[in-house]
């Protein structure tokens, strides 16, 4: 019964697909298979974090060996890492927190008479403030109970997909 269900299994090859990625899109140059020896092998997560060392947020590609006629489209699923999704968004944590910091400096410097009073760029602080949301607001604790709550759920997905993947 082994030999039967490890014939139905399709086989395990890893790979490596050299290319550039621009946003959503993907363009690959070239790919080559990589030799692997389940005896001698490494862990997968060393594996992963041997590809970080080269590049900081890879693009995991999932071909599916098995062929399916009626499928038209290509039997494979891309895969972006969670770092790299969370580097996106500490990046664009810190542009805006470097830009309210400017913008503070600025205000006190022009309340102790430093520099002087602005009205025209006053009255726009004044409006842009106005158009953001209210943390008191109930629509606000909502949204932002919604947005916690799905990026715990993307933690634990590439949690639980890391985990059962790349088990080798």
Known sequence: TNSADSSSVPPRVFGCVIGVQS??????????????DPSTALSSKRSRSSLMDINESPVYLLLNPSINYA????????????????????SVIKMLNSRIRVLHHYLLA???????????????????????????????????SMEYNDTLLVSYLAMFTNCSRYDV
């Open 23 to 36: 946003g959503r899109t993907v363009e690959i140059f070239n790919s080559f298979e990589l030799l692997y």
């Open 71 to 90: 499928q038209k489209d290509l039997p494979l699923t891309i895969y972006e890492s969670v770092a790299a999704h969370l580097t996106g968004i500490h």
């Open 110 to 144: 022009m309340q102790k008479d430093d520099i002087p009073c602005d009205n025209s760029l006053l009255r726009q602080g004044s409006s842009l403030l106005r158009r953001l949301p209210t943390i008191e607001s109930e629509k606000f604790r909502d949204d932002f």
